[in-house]
């Protein structure tokens, strides 16, 4: 198994059959002041098996942590990964939606993707005061 994709964004959602929309991906949430409470945002990960790991059963947990290593929120699920039609590797794009989550300071936080407890992703989300970076306005 591995991941091909983990984002935080906007928000997340599957469409015409099963595919995979993110909208508004981010890394950096801009507050006025701190602890900052943020209404909602998903975090999207997609996941790949090789075909010989149909039928498995699959324990995945993400952990949000600060700098000092403590955990924010978590999330965890199983199930049983499914077999590809045709031999390929077998892709899953699942979204989970985290509402109301305080962070206390600004800083670096890490979202760890653990399979089976064993980590294999990891996505960085930074925490800063005053509005986030927008686009680079054009030179003239």
């Known amino acids: 198994m591995k991941v091909l994709l983990c984002k935080f964004c906007d928000y997340a959602c599957r469409v015409d059959g099963g595919k995979g929309s993110l909208i508004g991906m981010f890394d950096t949430i801009g507050g006025a002041k701190f602890p900052l409470r943020h209404p909602t945002f998903f975090v999207c990960v997609e996941f790949e098996f090789d075909s010989f ?31 590809s039609p045709d031999g390929r590797p077998v892709t899953l794009f699942e979204t989970f939606r985290v509402d109301g989550l305080t962070f206390p300071r600004p800083g670096r936080y890490r979202l760890d993707v653990l399979y089976n ?24």
């Open 117 to 140: 407890e064993e980590p294999v992703a990891e996505a960085r989300l930074t925490l800063i005061e005053g509005p986030p970076p927008g686009p680079v306005p054009p030179q003239s």
């Open 53 to 83: 790991e149909a039928g498995q059963q699959a324990e995945v947990r993400m952990v949000l942590i600060d700098e000092d290593g403590k955990d924010l929120m978590g999330v965890q699920g199983s199930f049983r990964v499914p077999k």
